[in-house]
């Protein structure tokens, strides 16, 4: 909200304070008075209506003396026990006439017993008289029940009976003698209907209009226990109420009338004129206040608005306001002159740390893919080639884990030093984030050049790190990009520089590539099968191969390693090697695993049935082992098909065991259930037999880079003698994997090892043809023998 606005609504705010207190005050003073006065006097007309009431059911009281003390009447209740219509005594007294000229709609003759011996009810519209109804009769048992009829001559009773149809006055007088005396030998009963007419005669004193209705709980609970009480309605106008009993003392009809409030409208009116006279009072006031401000402080402060929108569109933090006199608004425009200054030295701060590295100082993401952008667009011009270097440090987490994140950072400070000093000065460093740096270079001479700037680059990284006393080698992984050959904007030679590192890292790090189509199509092949693996279970391309393995004491085939296969819609049959690395990357291998475990289960019990009471050794990732659901995994798979966890060898490779405490707990785990844990392709990793007393493994199995090399004397059979002896000496079996010739199978059992592996004895096999092959190498035993190799 603007100031103008603000000053504005403030003094026309205080102007309407004034004006609602002064108003309100005038109306606790004298509007209230008014209403009070208007009160009091529908409160009298109320009371007149009440006495008109009263007068209306005296005259009926009077008219109907002239019936009750009567001789004629008394002689005939005293006679008659019922009605006779046809009396003369009725037909010359209660005829249409009678009812007509005294306003009655009902008349009635009791006995001393309260037996009627006449009854008669006018109809004014058809100027009848008819019998009265049941209602009426039970109106006067009511009557007899709940009054001390007629105990003396002189006693009556007149008052209000509600019925169905509406109110009615009535009176009940004794009928007695001439002479006012009795005893009283029955009763006269006469009713007049409150109805329209008779209300309007009832207010002849009231000019206004007045309505009748029973009695609810609202109205009783409005009137608070008066019997007379006025009430707002809504407008100028105020309502009286007057509750009038039943003949029972019983809270019977509410008469009430409305009417303006005269007295309070003049006093209004008056009130009304006194406010417009201070509101235009108070409007001009306002005016002349308004006017002041304006020229004192709004016009000042429009004028400084309109300079700061200048700077803020310009977005030129040079300009400074011209300060004039040495008021307060001049202190603003000081401070706000002090201010932009301070903004245009935080400015130039603020665009060198969004573009800058905090930890390096180097140049960061934003500032380096800004800078490759204008490269890019001068070489286009000048016809130039540009260089780009992705540089990934090798297991600097490692690093991190073990000295901590300090020792990290200043390894990362240091190598930015030595990457700097390494290039040209018009060649530019930038570190992406991480232990990610890349370098961009733009001027060299040729091919050789840039062979031997990269080669500058290896030497300063390779160089040791002495930090906090502490002697630390590095090792980097550099892809090579070349613009425009390997992309035609930034993001694509960065994408295949960072291929072209990502290759360096599967092929063993610490090395230098360059981009190229083979490592695109390399990398796209990686996505497709990637993605296929997603669906190789559900699609059925997974399958199951056996290779047996033989007991070297007795020459039976005493299990199977299970070997997966699978079948890729686009390339054909893919080697493990290559997709289960590729399914851990994924995520498939959970999916991909439960499979292989449910269907060597499945394909064990088919044996079992068969007769063949074999093994199987399954692979299981370090993924897997991770885990948490795999225990029940293989429980449900054994108990689904009725084995038992001495049914499965599970196989591990040296690297998954020793990459995480958590897989040597699950081990342990697996082990308790009565899972055999085997140590697969020992001798290719920590190679350790040190280890194996503390890990959770009962079986090892050498792997085939030293079986393929063994023959008497060399030094891979001293080396497998002491695997072999070493292990037993740990009480761990031995299995030798690799076997190919009958040398190797001969010389292996001469020197001990429990079980023996490899294409000598059988080629991995379907399910289908496992039985067959069993069979026949039991019946074959002489031939295999003599067999050299078998492809």
């Not at 260089?387 to 950072?409: C, R, S």
């Not at 291998?589 to 499945?602: E, H, S």
């Amino acid at each position: 909200m603007k100031l103008r606005t603000k000053i504005t609504l403030f003094i026309i705010t205080i102007a309407l304070l004034t004006l609602a207190s002064t108003y309100l005050t005038s109306q606790e003073i004298f509007l209230d008075q008014f209403t009070e006065l208007d009160r009091e006097a529908l409160e009298g007309r109320m009371s007149d209506i009440i006495q008109s009431y009263d007068l209306e059911l005296q005259g009926m009281h009077e008219t109907m003396l002239n019936y009750s003390v009567w001789d004629e009447t008394y002689d005939y209740v005293s006679s008659q026990t019922f009605e006779d219509p046809q009396n003369p005594y009725i037909l010359s007294n209660y005829d249409e006439e009678t009812f007509k000229s005294n306003r009655f709609d009902l008349m009635a003759l009791t006995n001393g017993r309260g037996n009627l011996v006449y009854s008669g009810l006018y109809d004014s519209s058809k100027e009848t008289v008819t019998p009265v109804t049941p209602e009426i009769v039970d109106l006067f048992g009511d009557i007899r029940e709940q009054l001390d009829i007629f105990t003396e001559p002189e006693n009556s009773y007149t008052g209000l009976a509600i019925l169905n149809n509406g109110p009615m006055l009535m009176t009940f007088q004794p009928v007695i003698h001439n002479d006012m005396t009795g005893p009283v030998a029955g009763m006269v009963v006469a009713g007049r209907m409150l109805d329209d007419t008779e209300i309007g005669r009832i207010g002849v004193l009231s000019p206004s209009g007045i309505t009748v209705e029973k009695v609810s709980d609202g109205l009783l609970k409005e009137s608070r226990g008066q019997e007379i009480w006025v009430s707002q309605l809504p407008g100028d106008r105020l309502s009286g109420h007057a509750i009038i009993d039943d003949l029972f003392g019983n809270p019977g009809i509410v008469i009430s009338m409305e009417q303006p409030r005269r007295i309070y409208q003049i006093g209004k009116n008056a009130m009304t004129n006194f406010t417009l006279f201070f509101i235009i009072s108070t409007f001009g006031i306002c005016m002349l206040s308004l006017l002041f401000v304006k020229h004192t402080i709004l016009s000042r402060m429009t004028a400084l608005v309109r300079s700061i929108r200048i700077i803020g569109k310009s977005r030129d933090l040079s300009i400074r306001l011209d300060i004039k006199g040495g008021d307060e608004l001049s202190e603003v425009e000081g401070e706000f002159n002090r201010m932009i200054s301070s903004l245009e030295t935080a400015q130039v701060e603020l665009h060198r740390q969004a573009m800058v590295d905090p930890l390096t100082q180097l140049p960061n993401r934003a500032l380096f893919f800004q800078t490759l952008n204008r490269t890019i667009s001068k070489a286009d011009r000048q016809d130039l080639q540009i260089v780009l270097l992705f540089i990934d440090l090798d297991y600097f987490k490692t690093v991190n884990d073990t000295w901590g994140h300090d020792f990290g950072d200043a390894v990362l400070k240091q190598i930015a030093d030595r990457l700097t000093g390494a290039v040209g000065p018009d060649d530019l460093v930038s570190r992406l984030g991480g232990d990610e740096f890349i370098i961009l270079l733009s001027r060299f001479s040729g091919a050789e050049d840039i062979q031997a700037r990269i080669s500058a680059i290896q030497r300063v990284l390779a160089e040791p790190h002495t930090l906090n006393g502490q002697l630390f080698h590095s090792t980097a992984s550099i892809g090579v990009s070349i613009y425009p050959q390997n992309g035609k904007d930034a993001e694509l030679l960065v994408k295949a520089a960072d291929l072209a590192m990502f290759q360096v890292k599967e092929n063993g790090r610490n090395n230098i590539c360059h981009y190229s189509e083979k490592l695109e199509e390399a990398f796209s092949r990686k996505k497709v099968i990637g993605r296929q693996l997603l669906s190789a279970v559900d699609n059925g391309e997974l399958e199951l191969h056996y290779q047996p393995i033989l007991s070297a004491s007795t020459l039976d085939v005493v299990k199977v390693e299970a070997l997966l296969r699978w079948t890729s819609p686009t390339f054909g049959p893919v080697s493990p090697a290559e997709f289960i690395p590729l399914a851990e990357a994924g995520g498939s291998i959970f999916g991909i695993g439960n499979w292989v475990l449910r269907k060597v289960c499945a394909d064990l019990r088919s044996f079992r049935d068969e007769g063949l009471r074999l093994k199987a050794a399954v692979n299981i990732s370090g993924m897997q082992l991770m885990q948490p659901g795999l225990p029940e995994q293989l429980a449900e798979a054994l108990a689904d098909h009725g084995l038992t966890a001495d049914s499965l060898e599970l196989e591990i490779t040296e690297t998954v065991l020793m990459s995480d405490e958590d897989i040597i707990s699950s081990l342990i785990n697996l082990r308790s259930m009565g899972f055999c844990i085997s140590l697969d392709d020992f001798g290719t990793g920590f190679s350790s037999l040190s280890y194996l007393r503390t890990f959770p493994v009962d079986l090892i199995k050498i792997d085939r880079s030293f079986v393929s090399g063994i023959q008497p004397g060399a030094s891979d059979d001293t080396l497998v003698r002491a695997i072999i002896e070493l292990s037993h000496n740990l009480g761990l079996r031995v299995v030798s994997e690799g076997v190919e010739l009958k040398e190797q199978f001969d010389l292996l059992c001469a020197l001990g090892s429990d079980q023996l592996q490899g294409y000598f004895i059988s080629r991995p096999l379907p399910a289908s043809a496992l039985k067959a092959f069993i069979s026949g190498y039991a019946s074959a035993a002489s031939a295999r023998e003599s067999s050299a190799n078998i492809r």
